[in-house]
């Protein structure tokens, strides 16, 4: 997949058609600071702006492989374009992370891409981990080298409300604990 490119292109649609997104996946934590592989995109969309997303992944040469009412995927036939998935937002906590998205310049500042801050990432990776308890030693890695780099700097308060939210405050204690003060 040719990252530059897709990122190039879906950055600077969805900007001109005012959709409401943010990246997330590998190539998030990469944006922050955390190298880790990956061969595809992934963005979490406002669900309204489904429609635009369509019409915009169909116009490069996409194609809708999977829909439901939280996610979709759309493939090219394109080495170069690979795969794109989207996690609809339309819940308030996954639409305060789209309010929430920070913009940030990446490939030498050549593209201005919004990705969701890291207290938001973790939100989501904590759902995911709940969601399939068989991705919960990567989840918590990741959320681990997010918090050893992030520590001091983001919001705690938001990260409390989502391990709430999955009856996880035992897991955040633990995590405040060892991360809270570092940097």
Sequence with gaps: MNFKEVLSYIAKNFEKNKIRYGLIGGFSLGILGIIRTTVDLDF????????????????????????????????SDDPDLGEVDFLHAFRKYSLKMLERALKKRVFKDEITVKVLRPEDIIGL???ALVNDPEREHREYADIGDILSLYGNKIDWGILKEYFSLF?????????????????
């Design 167 to 183: 009856k996880l405050e035992k897991k955040f204690k633990e995590l405040e604990e060892r991360y809270k003060n570092v940097n």
């Design 125 to 127: 990776k904590i759902q």
């Design 44 to 75: 979490l969309i406002d669900r309204r702006d489904l429609s635009k997303v369509d019409k915009i992944m169909e116009e490069k040469g996409y194609r809708c492989v999977f829909k439901t009412e939280n996610v979709s995927q759309y493939i």
